[in-house]
């Protein structure tokens, strides 16, 4: 499965983005299995966790308390996309931002262990 993110770019603070996040299936059923979350890993930081989503319905999410409130994740199960809305973004939100994945798995889990498929990433710039 790959996973390919898009819809980063520059804004300034107080302006939102939409990632997303659109896996290759390996089925037409894989997309339904996939518990996907994002991290994002901004320059001589490490990888942090921002938000999870459960497979399926997307029942369950998953929030860093540094997003909670400005970013929600969701995910369209007939156009088999995953999003990211953030709103509000402040310059410490300036990162590459990462798609992960996981078959079955949960958010909850995700938080400290990331599942083992990853995107190439996009990078979200937030100015002044």
């Known amino acids: 499965v790959r996973l390919t993110e898009s819809g980063g770019g520059l804004v300034q603070a107080g302006e939102s983005l939409r990632l997303s996040c659109t896996p290759s299936p390996e089925t037409p059923n894989t997309f339904t299995i996939l518990t996907m979350a994002w991290f994002r890993q901004a320059p001589g930081r490490e990888r942090e966790f921002v938000a999870a989503i459960s497979r399926s319905d997307g029942l369950t999410t998953i929030y860093a308390d540094s997003v909670k409130g400005r970013f929600t994740i969701s995910r369209d199960k007939v156009k088999k996309v995953m999003h990211l809305q953030m709103e509000n973004l402040r310059l410490e939100d300036t990162a590459v931002y990462y798609c992960?994945?996981?078959?079955?798995?949960?958010?909850?889990?995700?938080?400290?262990?990331?599942?083992?498929?990853w995107g190439r990433g996009t990078q979200v710039t937030v100015s002044a």
């Open positions: 992960n994945a996981q078959k079955y798995g949960s958010p909850q889990t995700m938080q400290t262990t990331p599942g083992d498929l």
